[in-house]
């Protein structure tokens, strides 16, 4: 609890009476703000600075102001009291900067009352603290009547969200995207804003992306306090009030977002950028973005929600080539509207044609601006209306607004309209104007206009030479410029003016023309050499080791934490403050490193190893712990080190190198290691016969150890017929370090099949005809071998007979062997006395056996002897070509064909 007055600090209900108001002085207006009244709280206990404050306000029509001569007595009870009793409260920072911003960010919270603060000092950090705090405003004194108006208007709709009406509909988002660095990007799109604004019913804001180093602001001759950093590093924070706070309006009255004046120390991410763009859409009709040749910003809301995109090239073979590879990238198909702009365009160029431009791109070319840099220059430069008849690239600035706005080139330019309600703002010509290069330059004599143009430069910094880019004034006629200050002379930081004499070459071209113009030399900022520190052991205290920043020009380092002071274990950062003793031309500079202060003993970082499997040898995988010391770790067991299965503790001994201070120390995991499964090989058997013993062809599994297999069904065991599993537990000689397996195997045990024997029976033959394979012809279902009876060749006697087969398989043990039978009738042959028979006799042996005649190898006797009977002479007769016999009992044999 704080306190910053003797006696009780109690803030109004709105339309109270104060008792503790500064001198009894309330300020109060009758005329409304915005269509209703502002009630205005004004703490500050500077007499002198609260006075000038409530000064301005009191200018303000429909501003209510109640002034407290002292901050409130408790932080704590300040907020909710002044939220309920007012609509904007102005704290003044000066009285107690802590205290003031701890009020501000407690006030803030709820966003219930919009928050101002305001200063003696300029101090970019006191306002970077200041807005994160929460305040919406900062204002330096001395006040001006027109920023206070419009700090107010701002506030005004911030508070009254209702009075808005229904939301507008978000504002066009116009991307400005360079095919190369150095195609005038930020040119064209700040002359394109200018363009914009030339319509007063609709407002337009520049937003320089083109980071990290943009240069929109200075290309516009404007300086800015605040810029994209601010606003992407609160995007969380940031609305329409906030963002208004941090811009700065061009004479045109284009708002203008810059970038940062040194590198930007916040990343700018998609969801930050997304943010700044909704919050811009919302509060401006045109929203202007100059990316540079950034296209890593391709997947922000940027290119996805633009309404057009300016890809700005140039009629050169690497520009050109360059917007190819961008075109075919990123904008093939659907997409945003793209329109191509070649800059610096020179018709009828004896370079590169139109013809080679198009095919190029692979696109038509919509826009194609003149080279005149004095006239682009002019566009941004000039308090004149801008209208088609200045120059051609002016038309085509026009042009290309009109085609995005759907509205007619304007033929003059309307008066911006004042952030002021209710009053005319009168133009003024003020000093700050005039340094920040916002006038064109005056000639010092009268007619001299037409003779001598002199663009006013951009800004510098302290330590540029003066040269062609300042020094660059041209004349209508011939003749001869002397500058002062001179070329290479360095300017101090600050406002300047410099001369031109201009002599003509002739009397006749007129008189010796003197022209002034502005300049503003920025201070420099200098440059800060620290390299971050080596790691530093506990207990040892900031010295010439770690504090050893080093700058670009004499100065003052002050650190923090300051030399001697002894840090914690962790991560810390040192920052350091450089005052030059040039303080006229340079800035304060900051710079800031990281530290790490470690323990004198080592920690060892080492993870408990995954399991590994008996057999896997110890290596990186499982030896790898971390020291964040320099020295070298031993380990037990080693690397290629066996071990048993089990539990096993492994452990590292870290020795430091002798060079340093730390101590030696150790550290030890768990590693389990599980027992290997032996690997089993058991090929499934062919099938076996039905009554076939089990043997070592069948239970023939092996496996990767030593061990004992035990088979089921066992060895000896006869399996009926049909599908069975063999299974096989193999127990491993060495049990501790392997595991007990089982196998299983399909094994079919089959019964022998029945063959099938097919023959047709024979049809009758005639007497005489021999067996042959058209009687003798079955067929069996398996391959095998037949044995005919009668077999093949024999003459059968006339009758009837039963041919009988047996067949024997080729794979006896599936199959059965058969038998069949069938049978056949043997005609008799026709009769002797029938007509064509001839007749002979010839001798014959004793006559056929009664069954068939073809067995003359009988025996006559039982001794074994042939029968010794001399021939007899038998008749023959021949019949249809073939030969007859007649036997002993009378009937006709077929002896041949």
């Known amino acids: 609890m704080r306190h910053k007055s003797a006696g009780t600090w109690e803030p109004p209900r709105k339309n109270a009476v104060e008792p503790n108001l500064s001198p009894n002085r309330s300020t109060e207006s009758s005329e409304s703000f915005g269509g209703g009244s502002l009630s205005i709280a004004l703490i500050g206990p500077n007499e002198r600075q609260r006075w000038a404050l409530a000064t301005a306000l009191a200018k303000c029509p429909g501003a209510n102001v109640r002034e407290f001569s002292s901050y409130p007595t408790s932080v704590d009870d300040a907020p909710r009291l002044l939220e309920q009793a007012f609509d904007i409260i102005f704290i003044d920072l000066d009285g107690d900067t802590e205290f003031a911003l701890d009020l501000v960010d407690s006030i803030s919270v709820n966003e219930t009352a919009t928050v101002m603060v305001y200063s003696a000092s300029s101090d970019p950090n006191l306002v970077v603290r200041s807005m994160r705090a929460g305040a919406r405003e900062y204002l330096t004194a001395p006040f001006d009547e027109d920023t206070i108006a419009e700090a107010l208007v701002r506030a005004a709709a911030a508070h009254r969200p209702s009075a808005q009406g229904p939301q507008k509909k978000p504002g066009r988002l116009l991307v400005f995207l360079g095919a190369k660095g150095g195609s005038g990007v930020t040119t064209i799109a700040c002359s394109f804003s200018i363009a914009l604004a030339q319509n007063p019913s609709e407002s337009t ?33 940031l609305d329409a009030t906030s963002l208004r706070g941090l811009l700065v309006k061009h004479q045109s009255g284009v708002s203008v977002l810059a970038a940062p004046s040194k590198v930007p120390e916040v990343d700018a991410t998609g969801e930050s950028i997304d943010k ?84 190029a791109i692979e696109r038509p070319v919509r826009w194609k601006l003149p080279d005149d840099y004095a006239a682009t220059r002019e566009i941004q430069n000039s308090a004149s209306a801008l209208t088609p008849s200045n ?4 038309r085509m600035i026009l042009e290309m607004a009109s085609s995005v706005t759907g509205r007619p080139v304007p033929e003059d330019k309307k008066k911006a309209l004042s952030f002021r309600s209710q009053k005319t703002q009168t133009e003024k010509t003020t000093m700050d104007e005039k340094l920040l290069g916002l006038l064109d330059a005056a000639p010092a004599n009268a007619g001299a206009q037409s003779t001598v143009r002199w663009p006013k430069p951009d800004p510098i910094v302290y330590g540029t030479a003066l040269g062609g880019d300042q020094l660059n004034a041209t004349a209508l006629v011939s003749g001869t410029f002397v500058y002062t200050p001179s070329a290479g002379y360095v ?24 022209t002034e113009i502005p300049i503003l030399v920025l201070k420099a900022t200098p440059s800060i050499t620290w390299r971050e520190p080596a790691l530093m052991l506990s207990g040892s205290a900031l010295g010439e080791n770690e504090l050893n920043a080093s700058a670009s020009v004499p100065g003052t380092f002050e650190y923090s934490p300051a030399a001697g002071e002894v840090l914690a274990e962790g991560r810390h950062t040192l920052t350091v403050t450089f005052a030059p003793n040039d303080d006229r031309n340079y800035t304060v500079a900051e710079a800031a490193v990281e530290i ?27 030896l790898n712990a971390k020291v964040n010391a320099p020295g070298t770790l031993t380990y037990n ?71 004992t297999f035990t088979y089921t069904p066992r060895r000896g065991e006869v399996l009926p017929p049909g599908m069975h599993t063999l299974s096989a537990i193999f127990a491993p000689a060495d049990t501790f370090n392997y595991t007990v397996v089982e196998a299983t195997v399909d094994l079919e045990v089959s019964e022998i099949s029945p063959t099938m024997i097919t023959w047709p029976k024979p049809a009758p ?18 391959p095998g071998t037949f044995v005919y009876s009668p077999a093949a060749g024999c003459v059968l006697a006339p009758g009837t007979y039963t041919l009988t087969v047996s067949f024997t398989p080729e794979d006896t043990e599936w199959f059965e062997e058969a038998q069949a039978s069938v049978t056949l009738v043997v005609e008799r042959s026709p009769g002797v006395a029938a007509q064509g028979y001839t007749s002979t006799k010839v001798s014959s042996t004793n006559p056929p056996a009664p069954s068939y005649f073809a067995d003359t190898e009988r025996e006559a006797n039982q001794g074994g002897f042939p029968n010794s009977t001399p021939p007899i002479q038998r008749e023959r007769r021949l019949y249809k070509g073939a030969m007859y016999e007649r036997g002993e009992d009378g009937q006709w044999y077929r002896v041949s064909e």
């Not at 300017?491 to 003197?514: E, I, R, Y």
């Open 596 to 622: 790490t202060v470690v323990s004198a003993t080592p920690e060892i970082t080492w993870l408990m190893p995954d399991a590994i499997t008996y057999g896997v040898r110890l290596s990186g995988i499982q």
């Open 205 to 237: 804001l520049l937003i320089d992306l083109a980071l990290p180093m943009g240069d929109a602001a200075l290309n516009l001759g404007i300086a800015a306090q605040y810029s994209t950093d601010d606003a992407l590093g609160n995007a969380d924070q």
């Open 491 to 514: 300017l101090s930081a600050g406002a300047h003016s410099m001369w031109v004499t201009f002599t003509p070459a002739q009397a006749a071209d007129g008189p010796v023309v003197q």
């Open 391 to 394: 120059s051609a690239i002016s």
């Open 765 to 782: 033959i005639p007497y005489g005809t021999q067996l042959s394979a058209d009687q003798l012809n079955a067929v069996a279902s398996v």
């Open 637 to 707: 067991p080693g690397s290629g080190a066996l071990l048993a299965a089990g539990e096993h503790t492994l452990s590292v001994t870290y020795t430091p190198e002798a060079s340093t201070k730390y101590l030696p120390t150790s550290s030890a995991v768990l590693l389990t290691v599980a027992k290997m499964t032996p690997s089993v090989t058991w090929s499934a058997p062919e099938r076996i016969r039905h009554g076939t013993a089990l043997n070592r062809v069948q239970l023939n599994a092996t496996a990767t150890v030593p061990g």
């Open 276 to 359: 700044l763009m909704t919050v811009a859409r919302q509060s401006f009709d045109n929203v202007v973005i100059d990316v540079g040749s950034r296209l890593d910003l391709m997947n922000t809301s940027l290119f996805s929600l633009a309404t057009t995109i300016f890809l700005v090239t140039q009629a050169g073979i690497s520009e050109l080539r360059n917007s190819n590879r961008v075109i075919s990238r990123f904008f093939r198909g659907d997409g945003p509207n793209l329109e191509v702009v070649i800059n610096r365009f020179q018709a009828g160029s004896p370079g590169v044609t139109e013809e080679v431009i198009d095919k």
